[in-house]
Nanobody
């Protein structure tokens, strides 16, 4: 059974940092493209960042470029999202997601292309 478990969310002041983690199990993590999505209050699901299997390619939505860094540790089956210079508009529930097929080498922004999701972790940026 595929499981994705996020952690690391919380309340942080504007300008602060958080590091999200996503522990994966039940599949061969190193073979799959992975992404982070978020859902802000009253808004739809938004793709935030994606990373290729070997970490050679990372992509970001424009609103987080230069502030967020996605990474993965295939030996630990864990996906990360380092979030710096946080803004109130980053407030959302953050989800990690597994791409539907293995060995995918391009970027993927559509939630419909992901077949497994974590339960989400709340990030609140407020003073």
């Amino acid at each position: 059974e595929v499981q994705l478990v996020e952690s690391g969310g919380g309340l942080v002041q504007p300008g602060g940092s958080l590091r999200l983690s996503c522990a994966a199990s039940g599949f061969t993590f190193k073979y799959y493209y992975m992404s982070w999505f978020r859902r802000a209050p009253g808004k739809g699901l938004e793709w935030v960042s994606g990373i290729s299997t070997g970490s050679s390619s990372t992509t970001y939505v424009d609103s987080v470029k230069g502030r967020f860094t996605i990474s993965r540790d295939n030996a630990k089956n864990t996906l990360y999202l380092q979030m710096d210079s946080l803004k109130p508009e980053d407030t959302a529930v953050y989800y990690c997601a597994k791409y539907k097929t293995r060995y995918y080498t391009d970027s993927a922004y559509d939630a419909k292309d992901y077949d497994s999701w974590g339960q989400g972790t709340q990030v609140t940026v407020s003073s």
